[in-house]
């Protein structure tokens, strides 16, 4: 099974440039002025244009909007170097949420790209999860 990642913005270019020079992702195929396929990470992110106030789906109340906002489903970005990485991101424009954060498996940094979305940049330890894994395959 392949697994496509989605991110509604309402500033495809914008977007475009915050995670290519944040991420070191590298634009793919473009759909005209509705969308972007941005490559180099495990899966493919497609950046959509999406109007702010625009209806998410037809079966919910929401509309979409670009401020901070909560969503139980976001990002984690797989870095070597969290500092050097986190402050790559803010200074592209995410904002840095909290103070990195040490784990027993690895550190994390949670951040908010330009379009409100939360995301995560996670350095793990040599360990990784299995530092704290209650059973192992």
Not at 63 to 72: E, N
Not at 96 to 123: M, N, Q, T, Y
């Amino acid at each position: 099974m392949d697994v496509l990642i989605n991110i509604d913005v309402d500033d495809l270019a914008g977007a475009e440039r915050f995670y290519c020079a944040a991420f070191g992702l590298s634009p793919g195929r473009r759909f005209g002025e509705l969308g972007v396929e941005l490559l180099g990470a495990a899966a493919p992110i497609y950046l959509l244009a999406k109007p702010a106030g625009s209806a998410a789906t037809e079966a919910a109340r929401d509309t979409r909007r670009y401020d901070r906002h909560w969503t139980p489903v976001h990002l984690d970005f797989v870095v070597d170097d969290i500092e050097a990485a986190t402050w790559k991101a803010v200074a592209e424009g995410a904002v840095l949420e909290a103070p990195i954060s040490a784990h027993e498996w690895g550190k994390l940094a949670r951040l908010a790209d330009p379009f409100g979305h939360g995301l995560c940049l996670v350095e793990f330890s040599e360990e990784g999860y299995d530092a704290i894994a209650s059973s192992r395959p």
